[in-house]
């Protein structure tokens, strides 16, 4: 997995294989566990990805500037959200990608989340 931030537009984007991309969806569901990142810090990259449980409402993704980790808490509810797109990207035959940005009403998103791209294994867009 390459966890990197983008200083210049405020978000983190994510590449990794369909396995890694299951195995976060995991921890997102379960509300614990940490994926690690291969990206170097020199390259603005992120230690990986911590989730921890919280009580809402709904998912906050945070930058932990500390410990150079990107960070996802939230209801289980609105974890499980996630944790859905991010299996479907993992398994999706086609390549796309997903923005995960916060707007008034979102579904699962808090106020205030960090923006997070996430690529699919099979490639940033379409083939079709």
Do not use: C
């Given at each position: 997995?390459?966890?990197?931030?983008?200083?210049?537009?405020?978000?983190?984007?994510?590449?990794?294989?369909?396995?890694?991309?299951?195995?976060?969806?995991?921890?997102?569901?379960?509300?614990?566990?940490?994926?690690?990142?291969?990206?170097?810090?020199?390259?603005?990259?992120?230690?990986?990805?911590q989730v921890v449980?919280?009580?809402?409402?709904?998912?906050?993704?945070?930058?932990?500037?500390?410990?150079?980790?990107?960070?996802?808490?939230?209801?289980?509810?609105?974890?499980?959200?996630?944790?859905?797109?991010?299996?479907?990207?993992?398994?999706?035959?086609?390549?796309?990608?997903?923005?995960?940005?916060?707007?008034?009403?979102?579904?699962?998103l808090a106020e205030?989340?960090?923006?997070?791209?996430?690529?699919?294994?099979?490639?940033?867009?379409?083939?079709?």
């Amino acid at each position: 997995m390459r966890l990197t931030l983008d200083a210049a537009f405020g978000e983190v984007d994510l590449k990794a294989s369909a396995e890694e991309l299951i195995a976060l969806a995991g921890a997102v569901a379960r509300g614990t566990g940490r994926v690690d990142s291969t990206a170097t810090r020199d390259s603005g990259g992120l230690a990986g990805i911590q989730v921890v449980q919280s009580s809402g409402p709904g998912v906050r993704i945070d930058l932990d500037t500390g410990r150079n980790v990107l960070v996802i808490s939230g209801d289980q509810g609105s974890r499980r959200l996630l944790a859905e797109n991010l299996h479907d990207l993992a398994t999706v035959e086609d390549g796309y990608h997903l923005h995960i940005d916060y707007f008034p009403d979102h579904s699962y998103l808090a106020e205030g989340s960090m923006s997070l791209v996430v690529s699919s294994p099979r490639g940033g867009m379409p083939a079709r």
